[in-house]
């Protein structure tokens, strides 16, 4: 939703929420509609100024480091931190992912769903797959060989923790999902989201898992990937969406612009 002129931002938020709270209980226990349409509405953040480096937690290749030598692999945040890091997916659609949607061959994964948070038919939220949030939201992205050799120890590991578990492990009977804790229980945006708190908490960092995403495009974009291919592994429905968002915050595409008419100008 987007601000008018007349509303304020923390008017439309306000009425967000009455219409989120209405329509959950038009779900259940009403039981008019079979699902929520506002868990697919958002409110966008206000235009008329362009978000800096800070407002979306970019993270340096230091704090990355960081972050990764406290997770160990059978940590729950460890998959779903360089997943998000490789391929700049939201957090909902790393939940998602499931084990048929990873091609080693082509070394590439679709995205065809995401985890909701939606109640079921005795008034309890439960996370459940729907689609992307848009149409532009199916995609397929490729990876590198880094991410696919933690893909396949990962699989490896899994095999095995089952093995271990026994009939205590948490396999879900539908859905084989990529990002798991070691049980087998799938990892839901709460499990991120409480594990991205305890990271910035304990590293001092300001980080949340939007960060992987918005350090995902701008990497991209300072080593010259062009706006439309970045669009496309992020899942805009516009490449001006990406550029808007993005572009003005590579400060090294700025000074290498300098510096390529600067070798220029010194031949006139």
């Not at 506002?38 to 960081?66: A, C, F």
């Not at 679709?110 to 797959?129: F, R, S, T, Y």
């Not at 291919?229 to 550029?243: F, I, Y």
Request: glycine share 4%; hydrophobic share 30%; with cysteine.
């Amino acid at each position: 939703m987007k601000t008018r002129e007349g509303y304020a931002r923390q008017t439309l938020s306000i009425i967000i929420g009455i219409l989120s709270k209405a329509l959950n209980h038009a779900v259940y226990p009403y039981k008019y509609i079979k699902e929520n349409p506002m868990h697919y509405v958002e409110l966008l953040k206000d235009k008329s100024r362009k978000p800096t480096r800070e407002d979306l937690k970019i993270q340096s290749k230091e704090n990355l480091r960081r972050i990764n030598s406290v997770l160990y692999e059978d940590h729950p945040f460890y998959l779903p931190f360089h997943i998000g890091l490789h391929c700049g997916i939201r957090v909902g659609e790393v939940c998602g992912l499931e084990w048929k949607h990873i091609n080693f061959e082509e070394m590439t994964l679709e995205i065809e769903q995401q985890l909701v948070d939606i109640k079921d038919a005795n008034g309890k939220m439960q996370w459940q797959p729907r689609p992307p949030k848009s149409k532009a939201g199916y995609r397929t992205i490729p990876f590198g060989n880094a991410l696919a050799e933690i893909l396949r120890r990962a699989k490896k590991s899994q095999l095995e923790n089952r093995l271990k578990y026994g009939e205590f492990y948490k396999q879900d009977p539908e859905h084989d999902y990529v990002c798991k804790k070691e049980n087998g229980e799938h990892c839901t945006p709460s499990v991120i989201k409480y594990n991205t708190r305890k990271i910035s908490e304990k590293l001092n960092i300001t980080f949340n898992y939007h960060s992987l995403r918005h350090t995902h495009a701008t990497t991209l974009i300072e080593n010259g990937s062009p706006v439309k291919t970045v669009q496309k592994r992020l899942g805009h429905s516009r490449a001006a969406v990406t550029e808007d968002r993005y572009v003005h915050l590579t400060e090294k595409m700025a000074r290498d612009a300098a510096n390529i008419f600067d070798s220029f100008a010194q031949d006139i």
